[in-house]
């Protein structure tokens, strides 16, 4: 393990499966590989076509939160899945996935944290940018390091979200600082994106104060309430606000926050709120979000193993990554 695992700011993930008898129908755990810090260095990206990337900070929640724990819990539950999504009648096995591990977190100082988070992500985009970043977090404060490393690689690219979350994340930057609250606002009042270029579905309830609301009508985020995604169907929901952001951006980043879920779906988010999303209906979100052609990046946020029940909400959180790369395997068919 050295100081430049596979590049600087990441070391290996604190473990890895057994993967020297992988059958010819594998567990995921046998499945998605890990890199061998003696040969890292060395590594022919080429051989790939998802990395995969843990971002195990929750400092900066406003929450009290353990999701700094969620990379290595959700790699413990790959031992439950197949690769076979009966579904869609699709196996995952062809695409070729490369655990590359942690980004290097500071203890105590969340700012250098977070430049760390926004130098891998330049890191990534340069060493293998025709890879596809997957990160596993963490708290919702690393969606805008994450995007401006990015923007850092690729400035001339116009970047939009597809945000699946119960909340805006537009909280004022003065009152909270590069919060989970925070990330939206972060990047549109850094200039990083346009509110114009965020679709926001998942809001719902009692979970967002009314100046939140005006803060996203004032700079133009837009957003889909969970009621009216219902009314209209979650899938169609997000297939129509793919459809607008390709219209206006070259890429579409989507993060989901494991909080749009309803509680009885996810025991083990902080933030957990009741009339949530469906577990069915996130995998259809993001499966939508996995065909299209101009998502070209994904983080998964906001879940506490510590807090979970059975593991349920990890091994949600790994049905949605799944659901996720069913639809990008199937790009184009």
């Known amino acids: 393990m050295t100081a430049g695992y596979p590049y600087p700011l990441l070391k290996p993930p604190s473990f890895s499966w057994d993967r020297s008898a992988a059958p010819a129908e594998p567990k995921v755990s046998e ?168 679709h926001n579905i998942g809001l719902h309830g009692f979970f967002n104060a009314r100046s939140l609301k005006a803060y996203a009508d004032e700079t133009g985020v837009r957003y889909t309430t969970l009621r009216q995604a219902r009314q209209k169907g979650v899938a169609r929901t997000v297939q129509e606000a793919l459809e607008q952001l390709a219209g206006q951006v070259d890429t579409i980043y989507l993060t989901v926050d494991m909080d749009v879920l309803d509680c009885s779906y996810g025991p083990g988010v902080p933030a957990s709120t009741p009339g949530g999303m469906h577990s069915d209906e996130l995998f259809e979100a993001v499966y939508a979000a996995g065909l299209h052609p101009k998502v070209k990046a994904m983080d998964l946020v906001c879940l506490d193993p510590y807090k979970d029940r059975a593991e349920a909400t990890v091994k949600t959180a790994v049905h949605v990554l799944l659901s996720f790369l069913t639809g990008f395997r199937l790009r184009g068919q």
Not at 76 to 105: E, I
Not at 162 to 174: C, E, I, K
């Open 31 to 198: 499945w998605i590989a890990t890199l061998d810090p003696a040969t890292a260095g060395s590594t022919d990206w080429s051989d790939y076509d998802v990395a995969l990337l843990g971002v195990p900070l929750s400092r900066s929640s406003i929450s009290a939160s353990a999701a700094s724990e969620n990379p290595d819990a959700m790699r413990r539950a790959w031992k439950y899945f197949t690769t076979y999504n009966l579904d869609h009648d699709v196996d995952l096995q062809p695409l070729r996935v490369v655990d590359l591990g942690d980004v290097r977190q500071h203890v105590t100082d969340i700012a250098q944290c977070h430049r760390n988070i926004r130098e891998a992500m330049a890191h990534m985009r340069t060493h293998h940018p025709q890879l596809l970043p997957v990160m596993l977090g963490g708290d919702h404060s690393i969606t805008a390091m994450l995007i401006k490393g990015y923007k850092d690689v690729h400035p001339d690219e116009r970047v939009g979200i597809l945000q699946l979350d119960t909340h805006f994340d537009l909280r004022d930057l003065a009152d909270n600082g590069p919060s989970n609250g925070t990330p939206i606002r972060n990047l549109i009042e850094s200039g990083t994106i346009g509110a114009r270029d965020v």
